[in-house]
Structure formats: C-alpha cells, structure tokens
C-alpha cells in the first residue's frame, strides 16, 4: 500500500497538456498528407483527388508516401452540431458496431493517465441511458445496425452522434458508414483517429454553442 | 331452526346435478346465498336446535355451526358462480362437487361420531372421485388424497373408540382422555396439511391436480371443517397443556416449511396448497394457544385466541377459495400450470380479486388474513408472560415462526399477485369465473375492516370454546368510535391494539389524495428496454423472481431438477412418494388382475362399503 | 499424421460443398467429410458455428453492446441464481463479412491489417510471409527481422492491455494506471518509430513501405519492461488481486492456442517453429505453467513481456536501420499456402489460394481457437468471476468473424 503511494509520487505526472499545452507524439500517419512531389498516387480509399487529401475518407495506408508526406499536426474533426449543455459532465457510450478492435482500444485509451479525459468533466457511461453522446467504431455490420438505433432511441435529448474513425465516417475500404443510419454530428477521422483527435472532437462537441 | 333445513338444503345441487351441471351450479349458489344469510341472522341470536334419530344419528345448530356454515356458504357461493363457466365437462364434476359440499354441512352440523364419519368419508369419497375422473389425472394424486383422507378417518375412529369406551354414547360428550383429544387433533390436522415427517407434500400434490373448483373446495372449506372440528372437540374436554403445546409446535414446523416451500413453487396450484399448510400450521397454533390459555385459567386469552381462530379461518377459507380460483384461470393459460410460463391478460375484476386474496393470504393489514395473523401473534406475546418459562420460551419461538412464515408467505404471494396480473386486459374467459374470484377478493377485504363486527357477534361461538366473549376487548379510543376498535388482552390491561376500520379509512384516504394531487399530472413515458442493443431475451420471470429464495435454501431441494416443474421436494417427502408409487404401481396391478377394472373404482367400492358399515351400525 | 483423433484440428473450411481441414503443424489441407470432422470437439469453433449451441435452462443475456465489454459481443448465459452453469458466445453481431476472395493482393493486405487492429503486424506479416511464398518473392533479412520486431513490439503492447484490462476488472485501479501508463508509452514509441500506433501501412509484398530507425528502441522497451517487472512483482503480492484471478475459469484444452494454452501446460508456439519470421536465429525462454487458471494466463504473459524485450534487445543489435526498399517485380505465380504466426493471442492460421487474384483465403484466428477454453471454463463460475475470466483470455471479437 505504502509502496504504491511512493511509486506514484516518484513517477510524476505523466499527464498531457493537451488542450491547454501541444500535443505530443502525435502519430505521424493518422495526421493529414500533404504533396510533396508530382506522380500518380492510386489511393485504395479515394481520399486524393486534385492533390488534395480528404482526412474522412483516409486509411493511413502510406500507398502515397512517395508524394505525400502528413505535416504531424492533429488533425480537426467536422462537428456539425453540439452539445454545449454538457458543458460541465459530459457522459459518452461508445458502441462498436464492428470495427477491428483499434478505434475501441484508441476511444478507451483516454481513460489512461497520459489523457485522462475526466480531468475535462468527461466520462464514460455503462449505459446509453445516461449518455449525452454516443461514440460509433467501425462500420455499421448488419447485425449491430438494431443495436445502434436502440442505444440512440434509449438515449435521453440532447443527444449526439460522435462517428468515430473512418470506418464509422464513410464506411472505408470495409463496409457503410454511419450515414444513413443515423445522423453523425461530430465526424472524427483517422485510421484509426489518434486519442488527441477523438478528445479534441469531444472538446469542441461539448464547447460548440 | 331444525339441522334438516340445512341439510335439505344443500341435497337439492346434487339431485340438479344429476340432470344438468348449470343448473347444479346455479342452485348450488341460490342455496348457499340462503344458507348464508340464515346462518348469518342466527349466528348473533345465540339459539341452538337438536336433532335425534336415535342415539347415534345427531345433529345440532348452535353459534359454532351457524359461525362455520356461514363462512363455508361465503366460499361455497363464489365457488358455484366461478364453477358456472368453468366447468365444461360431464356431470361428475357437478355432481362430486355439490356432494362434497353437502359432507362438509354434513360435518359441521352433526353431533354424533356416526354422522361425522359419514360425512368425512363421503367427503373424501367425493373429493377421490373429483381428482380421479379429471382428464390427464395420473394415478398418484387420487390415490396420495385418499390415503390421507383414510388416514385421518383412522384416526378420529379410534378417537371416537375410546370416548365411546369411557362414555358408552356415540354422541359428542364432555370427555376426559388425553388419548382422545390427541387422536383427534391429529386426525382433523391432516385435512390442515399437518402431517408428521415433513410430509407436507401430498396436499399441494393431491388438492393441485383436482379440478379448480375441487381444489377450491378442499383447500377452503375442507380446512375450515377440520378446523371446526377440532375447536369443538376442544369445547368438549378440558384443557390438556401438553396437546396445546404439541399443537403449536407442529403448527410452526409445518408453517416454517410450507412457507418456504410456496415461495419457491413454480406450479400456480402447488404455490396455493403449500399456503393452505401454512394457514394450516398458523390456525392450529392459535387453537393450541386456546388450549394453554385455557390450561393457565386465561380465559379472556383463550376467547382472543379462539377469535383469531375465526379471523383466521374466515379469511383463509374465502382467501385461499379465491386464490384457488385465480390459480385455476391462470392454469388454463399457462402450459404446465407454470407461473413463468403465463403470458398475462387477466381481466380487471379477476386481478383485483386475485390481488386482494393475495394480499390478504401475505397477512397484510387491514385484510382479513392480517387481523388474523396479528392476533395470533398478540396472543403468542401475551403467553410469554405465563409463569412457565417453558411457555415463554415456545411462544417466542412459535411467535418468530409466525413472523418468518408471514414474511416468506409475503414472497408467494406478492409472486402470485404480481406475475398474474400483469399484461393486457384480453384474456378470454367466462364472467362466471372471474366473478367468482372477485366475490372472494371482496370478502376478505370487507371481513378485515369490519373483523371487530364479526368477533362481537361471533361472541356467543367463542363462549363456547373458552367460556366467555371477547365483547369486552372491542373497544373505542379517542376519534375511534366504539365498536371499531382491537385490543389484546394482556396481564396488566390492554396489551396491543389495531382499529382495521381506520387503517383502510387512512390508506384510502392518503392515497386518493396522493392521486389526486399528483395522479393526473404524471406523465406515463413507456420506453424500450434497453438490453444490450436487442430485444431477445433477459425478461425477469417468476422463476427469477423466487431463485433467491430456492437459493438461500437449497439445501431443503435434494430433489430439485434444473427447470423442472416438479415440486421443490424435500428429501423425506422424495423418498415417501417412490415408496408410494412403488406401492401404487403393484396395487394397481393387483387390482387390474383381480377386479379386471380400474383401480379406481376398486378404491371406490372399498370406501363405499365403509361407509355402507357405518350407515348399518347408525342404524 | 496417422491416427487422425489423436491431432488437434486447427482448422476446417467449406470449399465448394467440401470441407478441408487443417491439422496443427500440418502444411496441406486435407479433404475430410462432415461427419467426421464434427468428431473434433473444437469443429463446431474453429467452423465459425459456435453460436447454435443451446443453453438451456434460465437465461442471464449481456451484450451485444454493452459498458462492460470493449467489443459487440452478445453472451446467453444459462443461470440457477449465481453461477454460470453453461454460456453461448454470438460474436457475428459485429461481422464485418471481410471478404478476400476476389481482391488483388494490395486491397487484400489493407482488410487483412484491419481483421485485428491491435494484432495488425501480425497479420499483415502472415499474409505478406504467406503471398510472398507463393509468388515466390524472397524478403531482405532486413525486412525480416523488421516484422518480427514489430510483431514482438505489439506483443509486448497487446500483453500490457491485457494485462491492465485484467487490474481494471479487478478493480486495482492504481496498478491499472500505471500500466496503461507503460502501454501508452510503448504504443508512442511505435508511432515514433513506426508512423502509426497500430503498424498499419508498414508492411507490404517483399518489403517494409517506409524506412525504420531501430536506434534506442532497445533501451526505451527495456525501461517499460523492467518497470511492468516490478509493477507484476507488486501486483503479485496483492492477495486481493490474487485471489481473485487464482482458480478462475481453470480450463485445459489441448485446441487453445497462444497463452491460454501455455498457461494449461500445452507448448503450443509458432515462434518456436521454422516459420515465416527468423525466430531461430535468436533465443529466447519458453515457459508454460499448468494451473490453467487466469492467474496461469496472466503470468505467462508477464513472463512474455520480459522476453519479447530481450529478443527486441538482440534484434536490434543486429539491425540498426531498415530502408524502404522499392516494391518487388510483379510475379505472376500461382499457387495455395499455408502459414502461421504468433499473433499476442497465439497461433494464427492463414490459407490463402492465388489465381489471377485471390481465390479463397481461410483464416483461423487466435481468439476463435480460444473462445471454446472460455466457454469451458466459465461454467461453473460465479457471475462476479465472469470478468476476470474474459480479460484474461485477451480475445478480440473483430477477428471472430474469419474471412472468406
């Protein structure tokens, strides 16, 4: 017991900055590519055209990383809409609703100290009921589009849809997006969106007047 | 007022029955209306009337009879008006259902150990015959029914053997026999369900696979005649401390277990027998508690005992009708007779009645089933102060037998109120029954708020077992007018009070003004469960609602398969009913060999012809 | 491979009405009828048909999506009050139908990094190692050893989550920290490394896509792990933490795979075979424990992290540097393959047939090969112990659903 409380204090704060300070260690392929020389780039998930890169269509393949090279800086998530009554506690539920494990492991990364999104008022909820933002992963598999619906009707309002990763944007290499099932009010892209993304789209979702 | 009248009376049903089964039923219930308001008027008059045959063919009307028929004709009403739509098969029911009933008045109003014989087998040769021409009746529950019925006729022959050895008269006389009064107690104890051994089983198994209105009827009125007969053969003998103490003991036994096991039954019918053991165990603690009283010279405890008695059997024997019958509308709906399985649907004047029996059967005030049990109760704190330590000492175990009983009778019923009347309103069925159920609801109801009226004019039933009435314990109190008021009797003057009358008039009160306050204005909201993001499955049934239960006392299941709708058997009762298999199966063969028949009617023609001796030594 | 009962299945695939199966360590398929093969008590799983079984008696129902669980996931659970007596698995809620069929070996490689995220080197190591053997493409040592690092990298990322996932049911939420701590801090430096937390885009046919720089990658995973030493050190002499993984969910099936089956004393390691990654040129200790049970799974694991440091250690002095090579020449070879790797959940299985695209592709992951253990050795277990037993199987729904 003592021993823990002295490991604890001797390992310091490990804690970002971020929002207030940089983001650090950004991963390098989730942010956006820029051209860096002419030639022909076959991009699987048609992110490119006229030299410029759709972050919500992008896999982070590196198929382009002989033109393209990302500029490291955290990429912005489209928020459509808000929620700015949450403003102080700010309860998502994330809902996978068949994605490949890395978005669901990214999204609960944010419970660790390095992030640690409840120093922010946020927190995560067992249940839908109690959720004031639903966190989709993955593309919208057929067994699980019930599920989705039900977690957002089972929701109370005000209510958003957070779409989280490519997948859950516009469906990607794999499958449909969330589009179609449900209106999403926050599109967080990245292959999967690396945790500063997903907590900046949370931060600008909840502050969004 | 001559005994024939009654007697008459209830022989018309059965000649309507050989005719037709409606009009069997529908006299079956004018005639019980009648017999209930004559005995009704009679019951406070305090007049009494014999009839001799002979020295061995006696009947007599007095408050004890008229108290018994009127509570039995209350029962036997609502019975034939449910029995009116729900009886769809040939005339035997209606005819085996209005005999029983004419043996019950039989018992009740005979005064001599011949007629009461003739009448408790032709009651049990009824009740055999109910069970055993049901479709689907296997061939255990008829048999398991009469071998107790037997068993209990063995019992009071020898009880009367040895009066009729001390007295030389076949008449019911003030006695002196230890021996006697304990055969008798455990004679009539067995139509209570009290049996030795644990061996509770056989009556949810016997009085659960009879027709609803069969069951309806041993499991009401044929307590309530045992129970009749065993306070009048208190009546008869003077207090024996050691039987009143061996009855309040097996009372609690059996309580304690039958309680358990009704909240952990599954089977709607089984769940309302093992209440009947309960209530069985309860009453007969109360009747043991007259006796010590009595054995103490407490004779305004023993009147108090002797009117919980009556509370008691008031409300067990209309309760039990009613949950009998509600039992019987929800097994016709559910395949196996499962709680769980019942999809719902009950009609309003059904639930409510079932729900008021329900209530009132968990010993809840102000029904009639919550006056009795705090009552009893009063009575088991009242015999703490006795000057035996060893009465204290048994009435705080007694008493906190009664409490864990009440509680645990709260789980089965709460269970049976609960999961039986939810869902729609749309099931179909015939008005007769849920009539029936409803009449009975609104008896307990009314018999617990007005109890104090039926004790003061029951007074002159309860001098004769205790020897004076308890007029002196209603009472009035502040804004309580006079007459609606409770009160025990304790050593220094009034020990505990209730005042029915006014708990409802204060429920009802504070409730519709609670409605009425904020009953219009909330907002019902009904939202989709949410389940994990589907709808299958997770619903919580009945079965899940009593697992804690059956969990906390698994070790009294050996016998309980995964999902079985067994009963939830005790290893003595298993190990009694292999046996009695074993037994009926090489009886049943014997009997295929040697009467070429059913073994049925082999059983039949032994009775018959008991009772065809009896009838021959009357005579 | 004489006595067919005494193999362990390992997988089985409809092709064309008839069923083929794999057998451990066996590198042909063999065409077997139906009936035969649902002899195997594991048929039913590693088929992808787990979900018909019946569970009988009252149903307890978690999931499919659910706060508890990190995946869609739905379990019907059969109960008498609070024990589990018996459980079915449904993972196809969350099948995303991945299909290979019919794909180029470039779109195939980009579904086959994304069947598991956090397995993703793995993966694409299988399928590059197993399309490379058939084109007949052989790789640099260089690109060799890059993707066994990275497998080991990811091992040694993927153990720590179990792991903390493990804490984190256990509710030792300090222990929990400090873990992830050391998770996040190794998943940083892969995405330094690497370019990407997950290793997706880093393999390709014959070569790595973009240049690596191995310098003090040794010396940062060594501090990781000697700190989750000391942590698991700790860790083990909290009886509160014991207690509740010691004895929980005790299973020993010899079809598990990975650290589950090491747990129960099955030696069951595709490093320890000549695979398609150089794992022989280098040395490392195997160690098996047999209880069985998740404290059995969790040592092994925390005993894996240690020596997935030493073989980044030695790898890493032979490799400072691995440059981006230029794609390899277009082969037009055909052909059918089968390889395996260790995945951080154990064996993974992978037959791929090539034409002109890709044919049929089976694979039969590490977490459907585990599920059976779980569903075997949670019945029985109390309602509380049911998260202990899950996390420590470390099984990933996502790769549940298979290919086609």
Known sequence: MKSWVIRGLRKGVLTTRFPKGDAEDVPLWTTKPVKMSDGEVRCPAGAISDGAVDMNRCISCRRCSEHYMPDGRPVHSTVNSGISIASRSFHIYMIDTGSCGACNSEVHSLHNPVYDFNRLGMFVTNTPRHADALIVVGVVSEGMEMALKAAYEAMPSPKIVIATGTCSISGGIIGKGVDGVLPADVLVPGCPPSPYAILDALIRARDAK | MTPMFFLVLFSIPPLFALVDRRCAYISGAVVSVISALISGVLLGSGSTSMLTFSGTIIFRLDALTYLFLLIGAIAWFAASVYSISYDRTGRINSLTFSISILAMVMVIVSYSFVTLLIGWELMSVAGYLQIGYRRNAGALPPFLFLVFSELSTLLIIAMAAVIYSATGSMSYRPFVSVWALLLGVMGFAVKLGITPFLLTDWLPVAHGSAPTNGSVLFSGTMTMAGVYCIMRFISLTEPYMGIGVLMMAAGAFSLVFASIFAASSEHVKYLSGYSTIENGGSMLIALGAIVVSLYYHDIKLAAFAAGAVIVYVFAHTVGKAGLFMFAGLIERHAPGGRLDAFGGGMPDTSSAGGALDAISLAGLLPFGGGIGEWMLLETLFIMVTFSNYGISVLSVFVGAAVSLGGGLSLVAMSKIAGFGTRGGRDLKEGRGMHAGVMITGAAVLLLGIFSSYLLLSSGNAIRIVSGTTVAGLIKGLLVVPQGLLITSPGPDGVFGLVSPFYLALLITVFSSTAYMLFGFRSVRRRVPVWSGGTSAGGSYDSCQYSNPMRFMFRHLFPAMEKGSSELPANAAWSYAKRMASRYCDCSAEFGRWFMNSSINRYMLYIVIALIAVLVYVAI | ?404
């Open chain 3, 1 to 404: 491979m004489t006595e067919e009962n005494t193999d362990v299945l390992s997988g089985a695939f409809k092709d064309i009405e008839a069923w083929n199966a794999i057998f451990r360590n066996g590198t042909t398929l063999r065409r077997m009828q139906e009936n035969r093969l649902s002899l195997y008590e594991n048929f039913d799983y590693i088929a992808g048909r787990a979900e018909r079984g019946e569970s009988g008696g009252k149903e307890f129902i978690y999931g499919p999506s659910s706060g508890g669980m990190l995946e869609s996931i739905r379990f019907r659970m059969s109960t008498e009050g609070e024990r589990i007596s018996s459980l079915v698995p449904e993972f196809s809620f969350k099948n995303r139908s991945l299909k290979l069929g019919g794909k180029d070996t470039e779109t195939a490689l980009l579904l086959a990094e994304r069947i598991n995220g956090p397995y993703s080197a793995s993966y694409s190591a299988l399928f590059c190692g197993v399309a490379e053997s058939i084109l007949g493409i052989q790789p640099s040592h260089e690109v060799r050893l890059t993707r066994m690092l990275a497998c080991e990298l990811e091992r040694i990322a993927c153990h720590l989550f179990v792991v903390g996932r493990l804490c984190e049911a256990a509710s030792q939420s300090v222990a929990t920290a400090h873990i992830f701590g050391l998770r996040e801090k190794i998943l940083r430096m892969i995405s330094r490394r690497f370019g990407h937390r997950f290793f997706f885009g880093l393999n390709d046919i014959g070569r790595i896509r973009t240049p690596v720089d191995f310098h003090g990658i040794s010396e940062s995973v060594d501090a990781v792990v000697n700190e989750f030493g000391d942590l698991w050190q700790h860790l083990s002499s909290s009886t509160l933490f014991i207690d509740r993984i010691q004895r929980t969910c005790p299973v020993h099936l010899e079809s598990s795979v990975g650290p589950a089956a090491r747990a129960s004393g099955y030696s069951t390691d595709e490093r320890l075979t000549e695979g398609l990654l150089p794992y022989s040129d280098f040395s490392f200790n195997f160690r098996k424990e047999y209880e069985g049970d998740s404290l059995s799974r969790a040592l092994i694991r925390s005993h894996e992290i240690e020596e997935s440091g030493s073989i980044i250690a030695q790898v890493t002095d032979q490799l400072h540097k691995a440059d981006a090579s230029r794609p390899a020449s277009i082969s037009d070879r055909r052909g059918e393959g089968i390889g395996r790797i260790e995945s951080p959940g154990g064996e993974t299985l992978l037959y791929l047939r090539l034409g002109d695209s890709i044919e049929r592709a089976y694979i039969r992951s590490s977490s459907l090969a585990n599920l059976q253990a779980f569903v075997r050795g949670i019945s029985g277990a109390v309602f509380t112990d049911f998260a202990f037993a899950w996390e420590s199987f470390g099984l990933w729904v996502c790769e549940m659903g298979g290919v086609i």
